[in-house]
Antibody
Framework: EVQLVQSGAEVKKPGESLRISCKGS????????ISWVRQMPGKGLEWMGR????????NYSPSFQGHVTISADKSISTAYLQWSSLKASDTAMYYC??????????????WGQGTLVTVSS | DIQLTQSPSSLSASVGDRVTITCQAS??????LNWYQQKPGKAPKLLIY???NLETGVPSRFSGSGSGTDFAFTISSLQPEDIATYYC?????????FGGGTKVEIK
């Protein structure tokens, strides 16, 4: 059974750093890209970026480039989303999602349960 | 960036009604469009990929159509368990984006 299990909720102060994780199981972790998706309170879904776990090649949405870092450790089948300096506006639910499909077909076929990040002084 | 405009932003319908949501892309995206369902407090779930393909295990009352810039998502007979917010999402080129969502409620 394919599963993406994310790390638990976090409460941080502005300016602090944070790394959340997404561990894949039940499939070949290096065979599928992982994306991160943000959902701010009461709002819609925003694609943040993606990583190829086989070589850690990444793409970012311009809206998030430079503010977050996506990485992966294929030896432990885990992807990460990291901030070096959190802002209150980073308060949101963050989902990881596996990219399925093939040639010219891409869709998020499995999702993590979400990690709630709260940034407040 | 490609913008996806979903309408309506919310709707209320009766059990058994046919419900249609539209998603308009700001440029031609061929059939590179997916639909997701998100129930309150849950992660999104893939329903339709490549505009019209039903994901395995998804009830056949859900369907998708369209290509180019205009797409539609239909629930042929609304059920109480379909209460959720529905999102379209394109993957034509980066950055991928989602539509603003359509909240479906029971009348």
């Amino acid at each position: 059974e394919v599963q993406l299990v994310q790390s638990g909720a976090e409460v941080k102060k502005p300016g602090e750093s944070l790394r959340i994780s997404c561990k894949g199981s039940g499939y070949s972790f290096t065979s599928h890209w992982i994306s991160w998706v943000r959902q701010m309170p009461g709002k819609g879904l925003e694609w943040m970026g993606r990583i190829d776990p086989s070589d850690s090649y990444t793409n970012y949405s311009p809206s998030f480039q430079g503010h977050v870092t996506i990485s992966a450790d294929k030896s432990i089948s885990t992807a990460y989303l990291q901030w070096s300096s959190l802002k209150a506006s980073d308060t949101a639910m963050y989902y990881c999602a596996r990219l399925g499909g093939g040639h010219r077909s891409s869709y998020f076929d499995y999702w993590g349960q979400g990690t709630l990040v709260t940034v407040s002084s | 960036d490609i913008q996806l405009t979903q309408s309506p932003s919310s709707l209320s319908a009766s059990v058994g009604d046919r419900v249609t949501i539209t998603c308009q892309a700001s440029q031609d995206i061929s059939n590179y469009l997916n639909w997701y369902q998100q129930k309150p407090g849950k992660a999104p779930k893939l329903l339709i990929y490549d505009a019209s393909n039903l994901e395995t295990g998804v009830p056949s009352r859900f369907s998708g159509s369209g290509s180019g810039t205009d797409f539609a998502f239909t629930i042929s007979s609304l059920q109480p368990e379909d209460i959720a917010t529905y999102y379209c999402q394109h993957y034509d080129n980066l950055p991928w984006t989602f539509g603003g969502g359509t909240k479906v409620e029971i009348k």
